[in-house]
């Protein structure tokens, strides 16, 4: 198995409270990715890194941000966590650009968030 | 519309059947097509990845992709219990945005002994 964990695996927050979500790997792969998964949506990227101190906005970006310090540690911060962002939150790291042929993405386990 | 559609199920056959997956896309820059499967709780994990049109087999598995028509196709023979799982098709090309992979919303599939 690929060397991600994500942290924390649950969490329980309250509307307008500030939430950090960690992924970590162990792999030095240069490319990291932060994913919501909800019902009736499927995976959807809200942003993603393509190095240290660079990362870009994905399709649902909007109350998250992310900060990459070291090539192991991607952050996702809700900055004032609301109900719409219950979700799960996935981690996912690729070694190459892109989505090319032999290049696996590696999917961490998730975060369950509840924002009550 | 999205560009990428899936029929979410759920799927229920019985121990053995034969088991279609499909989606279909609108995205004509789509190159790279993958299916990922995804037990209850976990993280999606690769499964099979085939490159333009043709097919591909691997084992009981097999990934067909036609991009005439844009629609692509996963099918599991002799399908066990142990294949119950959500099948997310996902696509990328060079084209349609870097680094994103597009994901379908996924098939719930259960096989039951």
């Known amino acids: 198995d690929a060397g991600i964990t994500q942290s924390p695996r649950h969490k329980v927050t309250e509307t307008g409270t500030p939430v950090t979500l960690r992924c970590h790997q162990t792999e030095n792969h240069r490319y990291m990715y932060w994913y919501r998964q909800d019902p009736g949506h499927g995976l959807r990227l809200i942003h993603y890194s393509y190095g240290v101190k660079d990362t870009d906005k994905g399709e649902v970006s909007d109350g998250y941000s992310v900060s990459r310090s070291k090539t192991e540690d991607f952050l996702l911060t809700l900055e004032s966590a609301t109900s719409s962002q219950t979700s799960v939150y996935f981690c996912?790291?690729?070694?190459?650009?892109?989505?090319?042929?032999?290049?696996?993405?590696?999917f961490g386990q998730g975060t369950r968030l509840t924002v009550v | 519309q999205k560009e990428v559609e899936q029929d979410p199920g759920p799927l229920s056959v019985p121990e053995g059947a034969i088991v279609s997956l499909n989606c279909t896309y609108s995205?004509?820059?789509?190159?790279?097509f993958m299916w990922y499967r995804q037990y209850s709780r976990k993280g999606p994990e690769l499964l099979m990845y085939t490159y333009s049109s043709g097919n591909k087999e691997d084992g009981r598995f097999t990934a067909q992709v036609d991009k005439s028509s844009k629609y692509i196709s996963l099918f599991i023979r002799d399908s066990q219990p142990s294949d119950s799982a959500t099948y997310l098709c996902?696509?990328?090309?060079?084209?349609?945005?870097?680094?994103?992979?597009?994901f379908g919303k996924g098939t719930k599939l259960s096989v039951i002994p």
């Open positions: 996912a790291i690729s070694e190459s650009p892109g989505w090319q042929l032999n290049t696996e993405a590696f």
């Open positions: 996902a696509m990328w090309g060079s084209g349609a945005g870097s680094y994103q992979l597009t």
């Open positions: 995205n004509s820059a789509f190159q790279y």
